[in-house]
């Protein structure tokens, strides 16, 4: 069969939530109860089917999972020298950059600080230019959306063959 890895993702999602829903009607069903004098309602359920369908969702979700693992280390990221999976990490890389920018964004020129038991309070000054932080900030989030973008691309636009 023939997907692209955006498909494959979704498809495992939605197996994922079969096997979910299996589990939750065993959990269910696994048992019953009843009073001495009432007869006993006992729900349908066949631990045997249950297994066998289980297995089958997982071995589809494995082979997915090894197709899109395959997809992300062997493509290459369009308008970038990387894989999916170097893009991956390089945009885990920009997002932790990014936080500490705007962190840097959020302090201000100047507080004042009061030390318990001080008469006085201290002056906090930020110690670098708001202009240079601001710039590289506007850098880095430009550099994650085309990385983003690239990669999004790639699971839309490179197919690739899953067989179960």
């Known amino acids: ?87 991956l990490g390089y945009m885990s890389m920009l997002n932790t950059e990014k936080k500490r920018l705007y962190d840097l964004l959020q302090i201000p020129e100047k507080t004042r600080e009061r030390v318990y038991g001080s008469r006085e309070a201290d002056f906090v000054c930020r110690n670098f230019d708001i202009a240079q932080v601001q710039a590289e900030y506007d850098r880095v989030s430009e550099e994650l959306l085309r990385i983003q973008q690239a990669v999004n691309l790639a699971n839309l636009m490179v197919t690739f063959e899953v067989e179960f």
């Open 1 to 87: 069969m023939e997907m692209n890895s955006d498909y494959a993702n979704k498809t495992i999602k939605n197996l994922q939530a079969e096997v979910d829903s299996l589990l939750q009607a065993e959990s269910l069903n696994r048992t019953y109860s009843f009073g001495v004098s009432e007869q006993p309602v006992i729900p349908e359920y066949s631990f045997t089917d249950t297994q066998a369908r289980l297995e089958i969702l997982r071995k589809k979700i494995a082979v997915l999972r090894h197709a899109i693992n395959r997809f992300n280390i062997t493509t290459k990221v369009q308008d970038f020298d990387m894989t999916v999976d170097e893009a």
